[in-house]
Structure formats: C-alpha cells, structure tokens
C-alpha cells in the first residue's frame, strides 16, 4: 500500500518533496485513530486526568454510528430527488479527491477492462466497457458533499443503475451491494439507495468519458450520499447479505454516509 | 430570604443545564476538528483544543452528542414550557428594560441578591442562546441530511449557506459561554445554586 512503499524517484522535485512529506504527516495519523485517536482529547486536559476508559468510549461511539445507520436508512426517503443545478453553476474545475494524491491516479486499461459481477445476481458474465457504453444513459448535474465538510457542483452521465441491477438479475431484496476498484478502494451501500434514481454508473464526466482522476472507466455517482460513498475505477460489483464495509468506513467513517 | 428553603432552581434544571453544558464541549470541540478538515475561513482551530484526534474521531463525536444535545433539549423546552417556567421567568421582556439593566451592569449595580429573579439582560442572553442553539439543531440537519430535509435546506438557503450559519451560530454560542462563565465567576453564588440548588 502506498503508505509504507517508498517511491524511488531519481530527481527530486522541492515541490513535491514537501507535498509528499504533507501527506504522510497527514495520513499516519489517520491510521492511529483506532488505537489512540479517540482519546477523550481536550476533555482529559480539562480535568487533569482520562476519565473514560478509551475502548469503551471508541466501543460506544461505533455504537453509535451503527445506529445513526439506521436513523439514516429510516430517513431516506427513496423518492426524494437531490437538488439539480443549471450547467452554468458546475464548479470548474471540479476538485480531484481520493485517499492518495492526484500524480497517483491509477491508469485503467479501456480495452482488457471488464466490469465483474457477483453474488445474488442472476446473471454474472463480465461486462466490457463498449457493453456498459451501448446501454441507455442519462446525466444530472448534481452538488458532491464532502464528508470533509466542501461540496461542489458536477455534471455525471451514465446508466441509471436500478436499470443495470435489474438487466442482472439482481435480487433486490438484498441488503448490500459492495464495490471493489482498480486503485484498492471499496465501499458498499444500502439497496435503496441502489434504487435510487438519481444512482448512477457513471461513465462520462462533463460530456467527456470520465478522466482517469474522476474515476475512469466507471464511477457510481450518488448525490444522496458523501463523496468517500461514490467508488472510483470500479472493476467488481457484488450484492450480498454479508456487511462488506468499506475503506474509510472501516477506519471510523459512518457506514450509511447518506445526505 | 435566608429561610426560605425551596430550591432555586428546580432538579429538572440543574440536570439539563449540565447535560447540555456536555453535549455542547464536545460538539463545539468536535466541531472544530471537522471545520479543519476544510475551514470556510482563512484559520484553523487550534489542534490542542479539538476533539476526536481525526476527522473520522471528531464526526463520531459530533453525531453522538447531537443526540444528547437534542433529547436533553427536548426535554428542558417542555419542562420549561409544561411547568409554566418559561412565561414567569423570562417574560415579560422590552428593549428598553435590556438597556436600562446593562447600563446598570456595567456600573456594577445589577443586584444578584436573589438568585430566582433573573434581570433583562439575563434573560435576554437565555433566550438568544436557546433560540441560537434551535438554530445549531436546524442548520446541523441540514449539513447532515440536505437531501432528506428540503424544506429546512431551501429555508436555511442551500446547503454552502447552511454551513456558514451553523458556524455562526457555533461562535455566538461560544461567545454566551465566554460571558455566561465570566459572570459565573463573578457571582460564585449563582454556580453554587446550579449544582446543589440553593
């Protein structure tokens, strides 16, 4: 994984030094949140002393966040449609966003590219991107929000995925649908929102076919849910009963995600 | 009023003011850790003084107090109003009364002999900051749910503005606290009658 491998790099650019050390100040910290990031912080400084257990406290907020799940799925309403905007308020350029940086976006292969299906699908042959393409597409433009608290303004085109979930013969009465992708991500979701009609495979970003640093060859877009929700670069597609988790979502982020 | 016996401030009190004086440390610290994921503003937060080590910590935090911050406000809003507390206490209420006190407060002499009155200046600093804690609530549901909640969303005018005033309305309450433990120190009486109180 990219955190611990060191790139070889024969010259070495100031910039990118400096950038590169940012980012690994940034990430080991994220990595230390399930052993001691949530420590009662400021709190133990106000009373001199760690007044809370610190697993029982992470034990508790999981429980918590497991129960904003289902809040959040007791919320979304699935005919309740996101906000679309007019072309003019897309924000250009829309920002790059991934858990690594952007001189780091993986290269994926348009013609050995095969879109895996699996799990509780009735049909599982591998779908080529020219197969994906030839399908019926729509696009919205539509505000991400980040978890991290920006939201920007996009224009996604691709395939209703309730259409693509049915063309597989998915059964619906599922409880999740996992993502993996070509850059190591993956996250899962919630079957309303996989219904949703506003879901959608996408393939093409601002009329073009989606750029590699917006998540080509497919991205599933949701304005429903935060961004770090929305897997890049997808290759295999399963629907199953067994809680798939996710990334960031197994680090601490809520699993639901929803907006 | 050295016999008299009753309680200052009723059990139901005491206990949702220091619920919410909770649920509001750690959401506001909490907070300022997710605001420095991305400041609107050209600051940061002090790391120090935030709460939950990461932005995925500080969001686990913030979206278990609001539950606090919102049952224990449910329940003070209709105590307050059931027991006919809020009307006797904080009303009636004008302008001129706020002015004419804080002139007086600020000449030092605002009388806190008796504990169970509060001046214009109180109440109006009550009011403003459960009003501006409503507030908080609604423009946090929106940050949070801006798809689910439309109404609120296009009310709170969208999602980017919605953002601005939930921190607003974080700093104006930061600032009541600022003053509300100021005068807390000043008038030890009046933290001695929150706890136990007489």
Known sequence: MSLTKFPRRLALDGDAVVKEA???LEQPSRRLFLQRSLTLGGLSLLTGCAIVDEDSVEHALMKVSRFNDKVQGWLFDPNQLAPTYPESMITRPFPFNAYYGEDEVRQVDAGSYRLEVSGMVADKHAWTLPELQALPQTDQVTRHICVE???AIGKWGGVPFASFLSRIGADTSAKYIGFKCADDYYTSIDMPTALHPQTLLTLSYDGQPLPPRYGFPMKLRMPTKLGYKNPKHIQAIFVTNTYPGGYWEDQGYNWFGGS | MSDDTRAIHPVWLR???WLNALAV??????????YNASPLFDFTIAKGITLGGWLGGAIQWHFAAMW?????GLVYLLCNVGTGRLARKFFPLSPRAIVADLLAALRGRLSHADLRHYN??????YLFVLVDAVLLVLSGL???KSVQFPLLRELLGGYETARRVHFFAMAALVAFVAVHLVMAALVPRALLAMIRGR
């Open chain 2, 68 to 72: 606090l911050l919102a049952a224990n």
């Open chain 1, 149 to 151: 608290g920006w939201s």
């Open chain 2, 15 to 17: 206990a949702t003011h």
């Open chain 2, 120 to 125: 214009a200046v109180q109440r109006a600093a």
């Open chain 2, 142 to 144: 929106v940050l949070w």
């Open chain 2, 25 to 34: 440390v750690i959401l506001a610290m909490s907070g300022w850790r997710i």
């Open chain 1, 22 to 24: 940012l980012r690994r």
